[in-house]
């Protein structure tokens, strides 16, 4: 049996185009298979969806081949018979299937796509919003303009035309721009969160980056890194891309690779400010020698494999007027003044141990946190008073008061000193208590804790308190005073040892504090008991390093800080017998914009 299959297309111009085909066989197959004898590529049709095939009679039989049906003249059914005499028509997806006995005698299959119906829906479209609205075209202009006007032209109108008003750090000023908001490219960070509604307390010069001038006009405490100069110099030079894009950047008023924007970007969202990586401190720190020849800074940039030894700030003579930096390499001796060896405090099972034992105050042998308490910044120590951690054991009672109580010698000041041992009668002391005492224990800085010790009387007057083996010795090194006079050494001790970097005692509670500080085996008081860097590496190793149990990775912002004094160490005030570092020269302070166009000049 032959049928004779055509195809109608049409170009996009809308030509008709008629494809022929003959085929030679009993039936046929229609599906989305390749390999059927009529291809249907349409999603809506199955792989083999339909056969086509010739009855004795001269009919066709129309049968489905899978689970769904077809539709023959306008029914949908699974099953068929078409008479090509009379012709019928197959729909299957968007194709219809018109079959037809040719003159010939053929049976002719005609294949053609169902086109859309076009101007369905005319009869409402008179009904529609769109009939009455402009074009597309003109909306869209007009939309343009609305923007322009409204997000543009009022914002950059109100900037020209209001009072400029001074940076309000608290963020409680509004601001007076209008609409200005509708710019904004992102939240702000918490810090700046208050700035949220007024824009132009940073953004000062329309469309221009925020100065640096208006970031120090808050941050006016924020001392730099180093002196502008100095940080121009010890920068790597910048790439041939790097140095393009800068220069484009400061022609549309962007400060230079060291303005405050090159490293705080803002509109982040309400996160707090992240530290730079390692690598920000390392492009600088890694080779400083070779640009900064100069700098007394070791080259670092790895905690865990290219870090300097610590180099602890202590007073290497008695009596100095400020402290001075250990050199590398070397092992400093500390002239603070004082006589404490700290292992007789800290054995467990010595003569101290055993005093404190029987003292209600510690119950137990003594421990470093006995004497050292954190200051409530949890970096650094509170002042060690006598009063509180020396007098449990070293008791300064001098005497009986008469109607009861007893007398003190009054520590820290010799012209208090002297009056109190004046006052000391150079006769037989009274007894303190009577010869026979019920035991017991006695309470902290007791009267009966001092018959330990020599006998207040043998010290009378202010020479032998001061004198080797008086009672001011026991803690004191003694010496004389430029008029001749019997003197002690002034007691001299950083605030910090450390102090270009930040370290959190609390943080490291669960640890012993002789992990770190040999305290237990100082036999000496001018022993600098500072942990070394192996100390701290059994811990902290890199960046980069895999995070363990023990191991914890380390960058250059857990322990160091950018700014100053941020997270870092400076003297508040004068103390006794020290002096606080100089201040930065005029070009390292609130000079900062002035400064930083004539560097990168």
């Known amino acids: ?33 390749a390999e059927c004898d009529i291809h249907l590529p349409d999603l809506a049709v199955e792989q083999q969806h339909v056969q086509i095939a010739g009855a004795p009679d001269g009919t066709l039989a129309v049968t489905a081949l899978g689970t769904l049906g077809f539709a023959l003249d306008g029914q949908v059914v699974s099953e068929g018979t078409i008479d090509p005499r009379t012709g019928g028509e197959i729909a299957l997806g968007a194709a219809r299937l018109a079959v037809a006995r040719e003159d010939d005698g053929n049976v002719s299959i005609t294949i053609r796509q169902v086109v859309a119906d076009e101007g369905k829906g005319d009869a409402l479209r008179g009904f529609a919003l769109a009939s009455v609205l402009p074009s597309k075209r003109a909306m869209s202009w007009g939309f343009a303009g609305a923007i322009l006007l409204l997000l543009l032209m009022v914002p950059v109108a109100s900037h020209l035309l209001r009072t400029p ?36 307390s940073c953004h000062v010069a329309a469309f221009e980056s925020v100065q640096d001038e208006t970031c120090v006009s808050c941050h006016k405490d924020t001392g730099d ?23 484009i950047g400061e022609s549309l008023g962007k400060e230079g690779p060291l303005g405050c924007v090159s490293c705080h970007s803002e509109h ?24 900064l020849t100069d700098t007394d800074l070791a080259n670092a940039h790895d905690f865990g494999k290219g870090h300097p030894q610590f180099r602890p700030l202590y007073f290497a003579s008695f009596g100095a007027a400020k402290p001075v930096r250990a050199s590398p390499g070397s092992v400093p001796v500390e002239r603070s003044g004082l006589k404490f060896p700290h292992d007789v405090h800290m054995n467990a099972r010595g003569g101290a141990a055993r005093m404190a034992v029987s003292l209600t105050q510690y119950g137990q042998p003594l421990e470093c946190a006995d004497c050292h308490v954190l200051t409530p910044d949890r970096i650094s120590f509170k002042e060690v008073k006598m009063e509180d ?17 007893f007398s003190k010698l009054r520590h820290g000041d010799l012209k208090d000193l002297a009056e109190d041992v004046a006052k000391i009668s150079a006769g037989p002391r009274a007894r303190i208590g009577p010869p026979r005492q019920r035991p017991g224990q006695p309470g902290s800085a007791s009267p ?19 004198s080797v083996g008086g009672v001011c010795t026991e803690c004191h090194l003694p010496t004389t005073s430029p008029s001749g006079q019997a003197d002690l050494m002034p007691v001299n001790l950083p605030d910090r040892f450390l102090t270009s970097g930040f370290f959190d005692h609390e943080a490291h509670k669960k640890q012993e504090c002789t992990d770190c500080h040999a305290a237990d085996k100082s036999r000496a008081a001018s022993d600098l008991l500072m942990p070394d860097l192996k100390s701290c590496r059994t ?31 400076q003297a508040k005030g004068p103390a006794p017998h020290y002096k606080p570092p100089p201040p930065l020269p005029a070009e390292g302070k609130s000079a900062v914009a002035t400064n930083l166009t004539q560097v990168r000049k």
Not at 268 to 289: I, M, Q, T, W, Y
Request: hydrophobic share 40%; net charge positive; proline share 4%.
């Open 268 to 291: 982040e969202g309400p996160v707090r400010a992240a530290a730079e990586d390692e690598v920000f401190c390392s492009n600088c720190h890694d080779k400083l020698d070779t640009r």
């Open 1 to 33: 049996m032959a049928f004779l299959i055509r195809t109608i297309d049409f170009t996009a111009a809308g030509r008709e185009i008629i494809r022929d085909r003959v085929v030679e066989q009993a039936s046929l197959t229609v599906g989305r298979a």
């Open 165 to 200: 008003a001074k940076p309000d750090p608290t963020g409680k000023a509004a601001g007076v721009v209008l609409m200005d908001s509708a710019w904004s490219s992102g939240e702000l960070s918490l810090k700046h969160h208050s700035l949220a509604d007024n824009c132009e």
């Open 389 to 405: 951690a020396c007098e449990g054991c070293h008791s300064l009672v001098s005497g009986r008061i008469a109607g009861g109580g």
């Open 448 to 466: 009966y804790r001092a018959n330990f010790g020599r006998p207040v009387r043998a010290y009378i007057g202010i020479s032998n308190a001061l």
């Open 225 to 247: 890194h180093a002196p502008m100069g100095r940080l121009a110099k010890g920068m790597p030079s910048l790439s041939a891309g790097d140095a393009i894009q800068w220069k």
């Open 539 to 569: 811990c902290h190793l890199g960046a980069t390093a895999g995070k363990t149990k023990k191991i914890v990775p380390s960058d250059c912002a857990m322990c160091h800080a950018y700014h100053l004094p941020a997270g870092q160490w």
